[in-house]
Nanobody, 122 residues
Framework: QVQLVESGGGSVQSGGSLRLSCAAS????????MGWFRQAPGKEREGVAA???????TYADSVKGRFTISQDNAKNTLYLQMNSLKPEDTAMYYC????????????????WGQGTQVTVSS
């Protein structure tokens, strides 16, 4: 019933930018907190950024000042603008939704997209 579909990933050189999108369907978008997570090979999935129903945002220290999370409630779409990309940002990026207490904790989220690959070369 609930579907999250990411898009916008790709390959860029260090210092470049990408904008990821997450299209949500099957539920009332404004009922949930939304987050972006990423997972590199051999590593655990980690929280990148989250946005609450009131518009408040939370960022991982590693991306603060470079990434911006936003949402368009009318379009049921979540975005992640990624600037000044670094090779260590290379990962599969996932969109997630849930009613959460800890916005960057993956176990708090109930619904997940399939992921979109981001690759940053040095």
């Amino acid at each position: 019933q609930v579907q999250l579909v990411e898009s916008g990933g790709g390959s860029v050189q260090s210092g470049g930018s990408l904008r990821l999108s997450c299209a949500a369907s099957g539920y009332t978008y404004s009922s949930y907190c939304m987050g972006w997570f990423r997972q590199a090979p051999g590593k655990e999935r980690e929280g990148v950024a989250a946005i609450d129903r009131d518009g408040s945002t939370t960022y991982a220290d590693s991306v603060k000042g470079r990434f911006t999370i936003s949402q368009d409630n009318a379009k049921n779409t979540l975005y992640l603008q990624m600037n000044s990309l670094k090779p260590e940002d290379t990962a599969m990026y996932y969109c997630a939704a849930g009613v959460v207490l800890r916005p960057l904790e993956k176990s708090e989220y109930d619904y997940w997209g399939q992921g979109t690959q981001v690759t940053v070369s040095s």
